[in-house]
């Protein structure tokens, strides 16, 4: 018998994955979100953060020299050379760093979920054991990157369309996770898984 399994959870931009992972942490899986292993690579002193700012220029600097992820958000989703030159310097050690922390993991017993919202597009599929992906409606997407973003509806769009279209992760998912209706009703779903 298993005495431990990786769960990937994965989706579009705003469908609701962070909320899942949050709800399978109240019931007792550890978790790890990928974004904050990035945050942590973009700190000021990092050698990931001197070829972000040597490659962007200080232009993406915050008057306290921390990079405004904002302003590095719109120069690379407007233009995909640049996204790709981003994710060249930040994806490997992220990768290296997350591999390290699941081989770690596998020594325990337990529930370990990660969030990785580029699990497919990364070829990551295959360090987790299932992978759940969070569905939601493009309008319910568009609505919630405009709120928490403020994003114009091109910037939406370039968001949206750099990931993998939803439908297909979700025919590679081992589990999918319709998130179209209540925070409540997410809760019984995720549950349920």
Not at 5 to 31: F, H, N, R, Y
Not at 99 to 106: G, H, M, N, P, S
Not at 161 to 176: F, L, P
């Amino acid at each position: 018998m298993r005495k431990n399994i990786v769960i990937g959870v994965t989706g579009g931009v705003c469908t609701g994955k962070s909320t899942v992972l949050a709800i399978l942490k109240d019931m007792g899986a550890e978790v790890l979100d990928v974004d904050d292993l990035v945050h942590e690579y973009l700190r000021p002193g990092t050698s990931v953060y001197r070829r972000v700012v040597h490659v962007f220029g200080r232009g993406i600097l915050k008057p306290d020299k921390e990079i405004n992820r904002g302003v590095l958000g719109r120069i690379v989703f407007a233009r995909h050379r640049l996204r790709k030159r981003l994710e060249d310097i930040i994806h490997p050690p992220v990768i290296k760093d997350l591999k390290r922390k699941i081989k770690a993991f596998r020594r325990k017993r337990g529930v370990l979920a990660i969030e990785i919202p580029l699990l497919y597009e990364k070829h990551l599929d295959n360090i987790t054991d299932r992978v759940i992906v969070v569905s939601a409606p493009m309008k319910v997407q568009k609505k919630r990157l405009k709120s928490l973003f403020h994003l114009s509806p091109a910037e939406i769009e370039e968001r949206i369309k750099s990931q993998m279209n939803i439908r297909e992760k979700a025919k590679r998912a081992d589990i999918v996770i319709k998130n179209f209706s209540t925070a409540a009703r997410l809760k019984e779903l995720t549950r349920e898984v």
